[in-house]
């Protein structure tokens, strides 16, 4: 989903115009974004966590020469879901697991079913005799 999408889905339901809406999520992720370089992480209650974590200077290799570099520090956005966030992508994940089971037990059910169905050359023979229904006795 883009920014746009996000005010157009905004706008819909709340009757405000979209630059309306899209000048309050843009002011929305100008205060986060700020937030996060002045304190080092922004909280949001049911939704989740912002976090600059720093990653330590380390050695590293050139894949084209093989040389050893050194790679400086580092600082780096992370994002931690909060609770009501991980249940609903929780409750995702098990409905996604119970359609897999539902659909491998339907797979192992019809090849259950074709191993059981009889071939054509174990029915007994058709009979030659007919019977006319038409014909008074």
């Known amino acids: 989903m883009t920014k746009k999408e996000i ?22 992720f100008d205060g986060i ?34 040389h050893q570099v050194l790679v400086p520090e580092k600082f780096v956005v992370s994002f931690k879901p909060g609770k009501e966030m991980e249940a609903r992508v929780q409750e995702l994940e098990d409905a996604a697991a119970a359609e897999a089971e539902a659909k491998a037990l339907l797979e192992h059910t019809d090849s259950l079913m074709s191993e059981k169905a009889p071939q054509n050359n174990d029915l007994p023979p058709a009979s030659n005799t007919t019977q006319n229904w038409n014909s008074s006795s």
Request: cysteine-free.
């Open 33 to 66: 974004v700020e937030n996060l370089l002045d304190e080092g992480r922004v909280e949001l209650r049911n939704f989740g966590v912002f976090q600059v974590k720093s990653r330590k200077a380390r050695k590293a290799r050139n894949p084209r020469t093989g």
């Open 7 to 28: 005010v157009k889905s905004i706008a819909d339901k709340t009757g405000l115009t979209q630059a309306q809406i899209k000048q309050i999520v843009q002011l929305t």
